[in-house]
């Protein structure tokens, strides 16, 4: 099992930065890869980027490229979402997630543990 725990959110103004951590624990975490999902009110859930824990590898979906970065910190077993040029629409629930499959995993579905979800507001 792989327990997850997020910290970071609130609440910022459209153009401000923010950073979220996700820091994971138990006897799988170091074989399990790492992402973020965020969900809107009234959207699906839904990818927004993932690395691995040493960080050779990266993805992001199109809306955050060049304005998200995501990091890792192997020895932490800690996944960084840093955003930057936030938009309203970036707000919702932010997810910790990590999947035992290997490559590039995008769908919801494909993830087993999932960390409690933490809230990015961002006001216009």
């Known amino acids: 099992q792989v327990q997850l725990i997020e910290s970071g959110g609130g609440l910022v103004q459209a153009g401000d930065s923010l950073s979220l951590s996700c820091t994971a624990s138990g006897r799988a975490a170091n074989s399990v890869t790492p992402a973020w999902f965020r969900q809107a009110p009234g959207k699906d859930r839904e990818f927004v980027a993932m690395?691995?824990?040493?960080?050779?590898?990266?993805n992001f979906v199109k809306s955050v490229k060049g304005r998200f970065t995501i990091s890792s910190d192997n020895a932490k077993k800690t996944v960084y979402l840093h955003m930057n040029s936030l938009r309203p629409e970036d707000t919702a629930v932010y997810f910790c997630?990590?999947?035992?499959?290997?490559?590039?995993?995008?769908?919801?579905?494909?993830?087993?543990?999932w960390g409690q979800g933490t809230q990015v507001t961002v006001s216009s």
């Open positions: 690395t691995t824990w040493t960080g050779s590898n990266t």
């Open positions: 997630a990590a999947t035992v499959h290997l490559g590039l995993v995008t769908s919801s579905r494909g993830y087993d543990f």
